[in-house]
């Protein structure tokens, strides 16, 4: 059974920083690409950043220079360190396995930022 994890939501204030993982387990983790989403009150969801099995990283251009994705293939898990949080940056973030046509989702965890 296939399942991603995350963890390290929570609320930080405009301008501070926040990371959060996405461990998962049943699927040979190496292989696939990685991806952090987010999805706001009554927005779609939207790409924030991808990292694929050769490390090669994608970025939302509002999250260039703030935020770093990565991985580590020995612990099956998925990073987005997010500095310079501002308040537009309030979202559910979900992380995202695909290979293929092959695609499973976490469960999602709830990044506020707000003074």
């Known amino acids: 059974q296939v399942q991603l994890v995350e963890s390290g939501g929570g609320l930080v204030q405009p301008g501070g920083s926040l990371s959060v993982s996405c461990s998962a387990s049943?699927?040979?983790?190496?292989?696939?690409?990685m991806g952090w989403y987010r999805q706001a009150p009554g927005k779609q969801r939207e790409l924030v950043a991808i990292?694929?099995?050769?490390?090669?990283?994608n970025y939302l251009d509002s999250v260039k220079g703030r935020f770093t994705i990565s991985r580590d293939n020995a612990r099956n898990t998925v990073y987005l360190q997010m500095n310079s949080l501002e308040p537009e940056d309030t979202a559910v973030y979900y992380c995202?396995?695909?290979?293929?046509?092959?695609?499973?989702w976490g469960q999602g965890t709830q990044v506020t930022v707000s003074s």
């Open positions: 995202n396995a695909q290979l293929g046509f092959t695609t499973y």
């Open positions: 049943g699927i040979i983790f190496s292989r696939y690409t």
């Open positions: 990292i694929t099995s050769n490390g090669i990283t």
